[in-house]
């Protein structure tokens, strides 16, 4: 009878084992293969520098489009163009980068943009 719990304990103890090595060559295989740079997580920095050029030209409700070439040194191109909306009057898109999946990486994504010319 003693064998019996000593060796179901055993084999708890093997399974935890296997467990946490299968999860930690999950974990390893994702980030080496660059899964943590797809969708959101990749482009976080891009977005952060279309936040801040929102945040430096948030009192400007001038009609015109406004063009930030190498904007604060990231090598982005910029582009805020008018929406039409009042709580967010310009769409900010990068021109020179899109997203994993092609997309265009702009602020704000459900804002019109209009361009005339």
């Known amino acids: 009878m003693n064998s019996e719990v000593s060796t179901s304990g055993t084999w708890v103890y093997g399974a935890a084992i296997l467990l946490v090595i299968v999860i930690g060559a999950s974990g390893l295989y994702m980030a080496l293969s660059g899964y943590f740079k797809h969708e959101e997580l990749g482009s976080r920095e891009y977005y952060a520098t279309l936040q801040m050029a929102e945040f430096e030209n948030r009192g400007n409700r001038a ?55």
Do not use: Q, R, T
Request: charged content about 20%.
């Open 63 to 117: 009609p015109n489009p406004i063009l930030k070439e190498n904007f604060d040194g990231s090598g982005l191109n910029i582009l805020g163009v008018p929406s039409g909306e009042a709580e967010a009057p310009k769409v900010w898109i990068i021109l020179n980068k899109v997203s994993a999946d092609e997309h265009p990486l702009m602020i704000p994504w459900y804002a019109p943009a209009f361009v005339d010319g």
